[in-house]
């Protein structure tokens, strides 16, 4: 069974970073893609970056975010990151981690997800 923990977030002023982290655990996971997504009081689950496990990491960001968070992974210890850079009141949310086999659309495996709160 597919696990996903992660841990991380906390309170930081606007222009501040965090650093995210997923454990992944429960298989192999060279043929899936991984991601992080994030959703606000009120608002829809939005997604946020993802990156391939295998091969050269093909990353993929919401124009949100781009230029501001880094996704990456350590494959010999199963884990991903989001390194958030230059944090926003609007990047406050709940930060899920993901994860889908290749083959499919949908991220179907979730995490508990961690609170980022970023004051202005």
């Known amino acids: 069974q597919v696990q996903l923990v992660e841990s991380g977030g906390g309170l930081v002023q606007a222009g501040g970073s965090l650093r995210l982290s997923c454990a992944a655990s429960g298989r192999s996971f060279s043929s899936y893609r991984m991601g992080w997504f994030r959703q606000a009081p009120g608002k829809e689950r939005e997604f946020v970056a993802s990156i391939s496990w295998s091969g050269g990491g093909s990353t993929y960001y919401a124009d949100s975010v781009k230029g501001r968070f880094t996704i990456f992974r350590d494959n010999a210890n199963d884990m991903m990151y989001l390194q958030m850079n230059s944090l926003k009141p609007e990047d406050t949310a709940v930060y899920y981690c993901?994860?889908?086999?290749?083959?499919?659309?949908?991220?179907?495996?979730w995490g508990q997800g961690t609170q980022v709160t970023v004051s202005s």
């Open positions: 993901a994860a889908r086999e290749v083959y499919r659309s949908d991220y179907a495996y």
